[in-house]
């Protein structure tokens, strides 16, 4: 009789054991997967308004300001005094170089500027 009963008390010490720990595991799956959706959701909104900045680009007005950048006013006199001053055709070419890379960090650094403002304004909202 003793065994029985202490066979039958180990029995609902397991099963309250095992719902318990199950009841855990949910509570803890549910907890992730919703902190989950929240996190995609808010990428998913930032990713919209990304798309919808840089899809109302206007290609030719930022071409127009890039291009106006890489040509000041006085870029044809800054030419002639590199010209007058470089000793040899391979200092022009490296001087080349060094212009054409200027413009494409120029570049660069406009494209950044765009992708940052949507940023900017998606996390301001």
């Not at 039958?8 to 803890?28: A, C, G, S, V, Y």
């Not at 006085?74 to 060094?98: E, F, H, M």
Request: hydrophobic share 35%; aromatic share 8%; with cysteine.
């Amino acid at each position: 009789m003793d065994a029985t009963r202490i066979t039958r008390h180990l029995e609902e010490t397991i099963d309250n054991f095992e719902k318990q720990k199950i009841k855990d595991i949910k509570n803890i799956f549910s907890e992730f997967i919703t902190i989950e959706m929240l996190f995609h959701g808010k990428a998913l909104e930032i990713y919209t308004a990304a798309y919808q900045n840089i899809q109302n680009i206007d290609e030719h007005e930022d071409l127009e300001v890039f291009r106006s950048s890489l040509y000041p006013p006085d870029y044809q006199s800054r030419l002639d005094i590199v010209r007058a001053n470089s000793k040899s055709p391979l200092q022009r070419t490296g001087s080349s170089k060094s212009s054409l890379r200027t413009v494409q960090v120029r570049k660069k650094n406009y494209i950044l500027d765009h992708c940052i403002k949507g940023i900017n304004i998606i996390l301001s909202s």
